[in-house]
């Protein structure tokens, strides 16, 4: 299983707001930056917030990022069909081997 | 504009090598990160590895240690993930991505568009 816990899925309806949460520990979200990443149906990843909660040049700001002790959320509004995707979060981990990890994936359904 | 692009879908048998590659354009390639990540058939992200091209400063995930080996070209601007001995449990897509900055521990904000590796007997 992924060092990062993220909900298997989560589901709403066009137009209202979603989160998405992202469990780790003080090895790694607790002393780290995340990042979040969008996966559309057969494409490759791609970047929507790093450091916690920034935005890349093109990301709507309906798209945002917390992070809280060993927790981060992502939060989508104004939730458009094209949102539907596979949300990943992921971090660095400091822990005995260092390296990046991510979260298991969030299957986004827009109902 | 920058871009990572990738070789292509790859066939091999159990045993064979490999080596996939990922070419980048439009920055400086030996300035920043360039991570590996495996996506198996309706899986998650598997974060494999990362090498810094400058120096070819390397980390390996502990799962991925010793069973790939990550490198680097900067005269041609390419980073490599390379098998001795494929198995059929290698199936899967491998992305390339760039880090944001110049630590191995920035997300990765430019992706190549991934490599398709099947092996079957």
């Known amino acids: 299983q992924s060092v990062l816990t993220q909900p298997p899925s989560v589901s709403a309806a066009p137009g209202q707001k979603v989160t998405i949460s992202c469990s780790g520990s003080?090895?790694?979200?607790?002393?780290?930056?995340v990042s979040w990443y969008q996966q559309l149906p057969g494409t490759a990843p791609k970047l929507l917030l790093y450091d916690n909660n920034k935005r890349p040049s093109g990301i709507p700001d309906r798209f945002s990022g917390s992070k809280s002790g060993t927790s981060a959320t992502l939060g989508i509004t104004g939730l458009q069909t094209g949102d539907e995707a596979d949300y990943y979060c992921?971090?660095?981990?400091?822990?005995?081997?260092?390296?990046?990890?991510f979260g298991g994936g969030t299957k986004l359904t827009v109902l | 504009e920058v871009q990572l692009v990738q070789s292509g879908a790859e066939v091999k048998k159990p045993g064979e090598s490999l080596r996939i590659s990922c070419k980048a354009s439009?920055?400086?390639?030996?300035?920043?990160?360039i991570g590996w990540v495996r996506q198996m058939p309706g899986k998650g992200l598997e974060w494999m590895g990362i090498i810094y091209p400058g120096d070819s400063d390397t980390r390996y995930s502990p799962s991925f240690q010793g069973q790939v080996t990550i490198s680097a070209d900067k005269s041609i601007r390419t980073a490599y993930l390379q098998w001795s001995s494929l198995k059929a449990s290698d199936s899967a897509m491998y992305y390339c991505?760039?880090?944001?900055?110049?630590?191995?521990?920035?997300?990765?904000?430019?992706w190549g568009q991934g490599t398709t590796v099947t092996v079957s007997s």
């Open positions: 439009g920055y400086s390639f030996a300035t920043y990160w």
């Open positions: 992921g971090t660095w981990d400091s822990s005995l081997s260092t390296e990046g990890v």
């Open positions: 003080s090895s790694n979200i607790g002393n780290n930056f």
């Open positions: 991505a760039r880090t944001i900055r110049d630590r191995p521990s920035d997300g990765f904000d430019v």
